[in-house]
């Protein structure tokens, strides 16, 4: 499984780079009001992500036909070659995913809730899919399953993406609230987890690492005091 940073925080994003374990970004508009961004400074702030991650960066069109759609996902692929135009599942952006990728446009097709909105994304020629799981929970439902369910069901088929190299479009878990989330996402065999960066950190913790290094640091005190 890649892991992908779910933030629009520089400071962030360099911090988890510098781990070695980031393979990509996927920014939204809520991630980027949070950080009190700017709409003039909205491309310049991509570029300055690109600038840090080689791998995939998804930056989001906030369009609603698809004729902006494409305008919008052709700006925004100039910003960067590692750019992804996220786009959401709906009848426009299906239209506006086809166009685009057929012009060699990487696609990111988020907000996906379901097996038939993961079927069409990959039909309509996506890079890859973004199903959420946390907002399923949110409305006391099982988000973990849909993406299971997606998983399978896009394994059934061949589908390549025109984009890069004829890649096959690749699952990413997103809304993820916990280490959990990842765990069960990387069992049933989704691409790619993207997550905040608490999430990230809590990846890393386990008590048991923790009593362990203590006991070690306890041990090497006694031996620098023998």
Same mark, same amino acid.
């Given at each position: ?26 920014? %939204? ?195 620098? %005091?023998?």
């Amino acid at each position: 499984m890649k892991f992908f940073l779910d933030t629009a925080d520089l400071a962030e994003i360099e911090e988890a780079a510098s781990w070695g374990a980031l393979a990509g970004v996927t920014t %939204n508009p809520s991630l980027y009001a949070r950080i009190g961004g700017k709409l003039e400074d909205f491309h310049a702030h991509i570029k300055r992500i690109c600038d840090i991650v080689d791998g995939p960066v998804s930056a989001e069109s906030v369009a609603m036909t698809r004729d902006e759609i494409i305008r919008d996902g052709l700006e925004l692929a100039e910003i960067a070659p590692n750019v992804v135009v996220k786009i959401p599942t709906m009848v426009e952006g299906l239209a506006a995913t086809r166009a685009l990728a057929d012009r060699g446009v990487a696609v990111n097709m988020t907000l996906c809730f379901s097996v038939p909105q993961a079927l069409l994304a990959a039909r309509a020629g996506a890079r890859y899919v973004s199903p959420f799981i946390g907002r399923f929970d949110d409305i006391s439902e099982d988000g973990l399953a849909q993406v299971e369910n997606i998983v399978a069901a896009l394994n059934n088929y061949d589908f390549t993406s025109s984009t890069v190299n004829g890649e096959r479009i690749e699952v990413i878990a997103a809304s993820v609230r916990s280490a959990n989330h990842v765990t069960q996402a990387a069992l049933m065999g989704a691409d790619i987890a993207t997550v905040p960066f608490g999430v990230l950190k809590k990846m890393v913790q386990h008590p048991l690492t923790d009593r362990g290094l203590d006991s070690f640091l306890k041990d090497w005190e006694k031996v620098q %005091n023998a």
